[in-house]
């Protein structure tokens, strides 16, 4: 099946008439081409936003909340759908698809519809001089939204709703590796009746109609979900044009386990924090610290539920581990297994690659669990993305707090334990935007979502993405 741009309310060829090989990662092959969109296509889609602009941001706050929570509805009567072209383009279950990414994907779009019409800005009285202030939040104009293949839909509408819900046109780029569900996406926004031009969808690689968007003058911010060292580069291109950004990266998120915890609800949201998704979700807790007193048990009995995981076809019901998304990933992974095994780590279960019957080309890798000896080491260190989870004691919370802050990123972190002033003492100080105690995944779409050090700059969620995609004005009437 061949994806097209949806630029203008329209589905169109790229004009370069360049495409790329759009793969099913379960099983290797080829099975449709989306656009290699160039230049041209990102102007024609930023003409398109700036001719819809004046229209739609004069639009009532009813009126675009009437028409994202369409969009909404009309997601969840095509889950199925949906979730079917999710699990197909990306190798995720596709039970997962239908119970996380499609739902999500509604949910952000009637969050955002509903937020739109609570969204207050302050007023200040200046006492004693006759005069008021109050903010005007006005809409940026066109902006960029650029997402990652791990979660295609759930963050490619993450970014799309808030953007258009504050007033704004968008020009969006999913990742090419998973362009499907964004291009059905069209046909929803047609059909919910979202304006023409409102949002344009064009699609292609990163280094050619990612860098387009970023570089294009007319396009004022940026908000963007991916790998650390592409957010550098975006940072740097946009910087000397001084768009706003927004930039979500990656994460090495550590899992830390005390003693005193709820022992099998921990184990049981330890297999899915490490696992969840092929492992493929930047919150996933990939570093799992544990505390020496109940290190041994942990280790037997989180392997033995590990050893338990199916991996197998994305379409099967029993399937808790799909296929990883691409033939380069699942190499990249498996290298990092063997850098693992080369700087000393013991492979307590998985490493390899799983042939599933019928499917012999499928991106298969069993859930690896690598116990190490060092904080230090790059398992430990650098973001895998992947089935991999690296294992460790500890002694005192201090030491844990230590090993837990030394690493370059700072997305999230789930604490487990029932010690409250341990709780609140450890929340404080460990470098991370998101503090999960004794759960992991528990969203609330209100809340400020986004990382420290290299996992990003500003927070999406709530009014905070109300806040981004508008620009504050202050007005000042003396009387
Ligand atoms: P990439 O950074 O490779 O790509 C992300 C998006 O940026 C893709 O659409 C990509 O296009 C595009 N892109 C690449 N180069 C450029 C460029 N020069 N200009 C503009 N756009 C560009 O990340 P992945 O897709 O590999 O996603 C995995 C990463 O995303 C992980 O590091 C993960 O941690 C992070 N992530 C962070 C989250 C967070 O909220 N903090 C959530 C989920 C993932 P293309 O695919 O065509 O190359």
């Not at 994907?105 to 609570?118: C, E």
């Not at 768009?243 to 049981?268: H, R, T, V, W």
């Amino acid at each position: 099946m061949n994806i097209q741009n949806y630029i203008n309310g329209q589905f169109e060829n790229p004009i370069s008439k360049e495409w790329i090989d759009n793969y099913n990662p379960a099983n290797g092959d080829v099975y449709g081409q989306t656009p290699n969109s160039s230049k041209k296509d990102v102007e024609k889609a930023y003409q398109s936003a700036k001719a819809a602009f004046k229209q739609w941001s004069l639009t009532t706050l009813e009126e675009r909340s009437k028409i994202l929570i369409k969009i909404s509805e009309l997601l969840e009567a095509n889950l199925d759908r949906f979730a079917e072209a999710e699990s197909k383009d990306n190798g995720k279950p596709i039970s997962l698809a239908k119970a996380i990414d499609i739902p999500r994907a509604a949910s952000n779009f009637r969050f955002f519809g509903n937020a739109i019409t609570q969204f207050a800005s302050e007023s200040h009285e200046s006492v004693g001089k006759n005069a008021i202030n109050y903010t005007l939040r006005q809409p940026i104009g066109v902006v960029g939204c650029i997402s990652p293949w791990n979660l295609p839909l759930y963050l490619f509408t993450w970014k799309i709703a808030p953007a258009i819900a504050a007033g704004n046109c968008v020009v969006a780029k999913p990742s090419e590796v998973t362009p499907m569900t964004a291009y059905l996406l069209g046909e929803i926004c047609n059909e919910a009746g979202l304006p023409e031009g409102v949002l344009n969808i064009v699609h292609g690689l990163g280094t050619t109609t990612g860098q387009s968007i970023i570089q294009h003058p007319g396009i004022k911010a940026i908000s963007f979900t991916g790998g650390t060292a592409t957010g550098a580069h975006i940072a740097k291109v946009a910087a000397p044009m001084f768009k706003k950004l927004s930039l979500e990266l990656g994460g090495k998120n550590p899992n830390i386990i005390f003693a005193d915890c709820d022992y099998d609800d921990m184990l049981k949201t330890t297999v899915l924090s490490s696992f969840a998704n092929q492992g493929q979700i930047c919150l996933c807790g990939s570093r799992i610290l544990v505390e020496a007193s109940i290190y041994e048990k942990f280790k037997e009995d989180f392997v033995e539920k590990v050893k338990q995981l199916k991996v197998g076809h994305p379409s099967k019901d029993t399937t808790n581990i799909g296929a990883l998304v691409s033939k380069s990933h699942l190499e990249k992974v498996l290298n990092y297994i063997d850098i693992g095994k080369n700087e000393g780590g013991k492979i307590l279960c998985g490493g390899n690659k799983v042939i599933v019957k019928n499917y012999e080309n499928g991106y298969y890798l069993e859930p690896t669990i690598i116990e190490i000896k060092t904080n230090e080491c790059r398992v430990n260190q650098e973001e895998i993305f992947g089935p991999v989870v690296t294992i460790m004691p500890f002694e005192t919370e201090n030491d844990v707090l230590e090993m837990a802050n030394k690493v370059k990123y700072g997305l999230s972190t789930t604490l487990w334990t029932n010690d409250l002033k341990r709780t609140m003492r450890m929340s404080t100080q460990l470098q991370a935007g998101i503090v999960w105690v004794n759960t992991w995944m528990l969203r609330d779409l209100r809340t400020p979502f986004g990382g420290i050090k290299a996992s990003g700059v500003g927070r999406e969620g709530g009014f905070e993405a109300l806040r981004f995609f508008t620009e504050a004005k202050n007005v000042c009437i003396k009387y």
